[in-house]
């Protein structure tokens, strides 16, 4: 897929960081260029990632550096669980 094709694909993307308890936390977020970096730079560092164009919508409305809105705390629980979910069941084949 060529640079500029995968570069309109990505569109909005937005970071979360979580360190496994209290509120995960808006840490990048980003459209065009920016958001093609912030994916470029967590699969650099297998940061997991989730294509959820609703959620990351919602996401990119929180202040950088702020905490998700309660309101998102479910749509968010629910990303974290499918990604704790794979990371174990991969875990398990190494």
């Known amino acids: 897929m060529s640079d500029k094709k995968k570069q309109r694909e990505i569109q909005l ?12 936390t808006v840490v990048a977020k980003g459209q065009g260029e920016v958001a093609a970096r912030i994916e470029a730079i967590a699969r650099r560092h297998d940061v997991p990632l989730v294509k959820d164009a609703v959620l990351t919508g ?3 409305n ?3 550096g702020e905490e998700i809105p309660e309101s ?5 629980a ?3 669980v499918h990604i704790y979910r794979v ?3 991969l875990d398990s084949y190494q």
């Open 13 to 24: 993307a937005a970071a979360l960081q979580y360190e496994g308890t209290g509120t995960p």
């Open 58 to 60: 919602l996401l990119a």
């Open 62 to 64: 929180v202040p950088l």
């Open 72 to 76: 998102l705390f479910v749509a968010v």
């Open 78 to 80: 629910e990303v974290l």
């Open 87 to 89: 990371g174990d069941s």
